[in-house]
Nanobody, 124 residues
Framework: QVQLVESGGGLVQSGGSLRLSCAAS????????MGWFRQAPGKERRFVAA????????NYADSVKGRFTISRDNANDTVYLQMNSLKPEDTAVYYC?????????????????WGQGTQVTVSS
């Protein structure tokens, strides 16, 4: 069982930056691939970024490539999402997810555990 707790969301102006954190419970964090997803009102949950258990491999949605960076600290059981050059269309609830699998995955149904979400609002 893995519990995930996101933090770092908030209100930011267009062009600004935020850093999301996701703290995981458990002693085998490095055996989990981690992902970030987001869900805007009235829309389906969509893939943002993923990172392998070792941290060597990453994967990004085209809409965030070059602006967002996913990273992880396996010593502290935490995954991060650095978001730069934010746009109003990035506004959503951001969710952290974990899958007991070494490699990155991009579909929500492939993940086993989810956090409660953190709101990110980008004003124009």
């Amino acid at each position: 069982q893995v519990q995930l707790v996101e933090s770092g969301g908030g209100l930011v102006q267009s062009g600004g930056s935020l850093r999301l954190s996701c703290a995981a419970s458990g002693r085998t964090f490095s055996t989990y691939a981690m992902g970030w997803f987001r869900q805007a009102p009235g829309k389906e949950r969509r893939f943002v970024a993923a990172i392998s258990g070792s941290g060597v491999s990453t994967n990004y949605a085209d809409s965030v490539k070059g602006r967002f960076t996913i990273s992880r600290d396996n010593a502290n059981d935490t995954v991060y999402l650095q978001m730069n050059s934010l746009k109003p269309e990035d506004t959503a609830v951001y969710y952290c997810a974990a899958k007991h699998y070494p490699f990155t995955r991009t579909l929500p149904d492939e993940y086993d555990y989810w956090g409660q979400g953190t709101q990110v609002t980008v004003s124009s």
